[in-house]
Nanobody
C-alpha cells in the first residue's frame, strides 16, 4: 500500500516562510520522480514543482521560481518544499505526488500515480 503523508502547512502572513514535508512509504521511491501540486478553492489542481529521481534536476511553476525550493532525501523517502516570500495567491491545499510514468521531470497531473491527502497553506495579506 503506497502512502504519502504531508505536513508543515499553516496560516502565515505575506512575506513569511513555510517548509512542507512529505513522507512516502510502500515503494522504493528513489526510482521515481516526485512533485508538489496545489489546489485553491474553485480552481484546478496546479503543478508547483517536481524533482528527478536522484534530486539532481528540478522544475518549477514560473510564479514560484526563486521563492520555492523542492528537495528530496531518498534515504528517508521524503520530499520537501521550502517556500519563502509567500504571497496571498499561494494559498491552497498542497499535495505531494509520485510519478511512475518514467518522465524525467513530470509536471502534468496525468504523469503522477500516487497522491497525498494534502496540507493547507493559508497566506494572509
Amino acid at each position: 500500500q503506497v502512502q504519502l503523508v504531508e505536513s508543515g502547512g499553516g496560516l502565515v502572513q505575506a512575506g513569511d516562510s513555510l517548509r512542507l514535508s512529505c513522507v512516502a512509504s510502500g515503494r522504493t521511491f528513489m526510482n521515481y520522480a516526485m512533485g508538489w501540486f496545489r489546489q485553491a478553492p474553485g480552481k484546478e489542481r496546479e503543478f508547483v514543482a517536481s524533482i528527478s529521481r536522484t534530486g539532481g534536476d528540478t522544475n518549477y511553476l514560473n510564479t514560484v521560481k526563486g521563492r520555492f525550493t523542492i528537495s528530496r532525501d531518498n534515504a528517508k523517502n521524503t520530499v520537501d518544499l521550502q517556500m519563502v516570500s509567500l504571497r496571498p495567491e499561494d494559498t491552497a491545499v498542497y499535495s505531494c505526488a509520485v510519478s511512475t510514468s518514467g518522465v524525467y521531470l513530470p509536471r502534468w497531473v496525468s504523469e503522477f500515480a500516487y497522491w497525498g491527502q494534502g496540507t493547507q497553506v493559508t497566506v494572509s495579506s
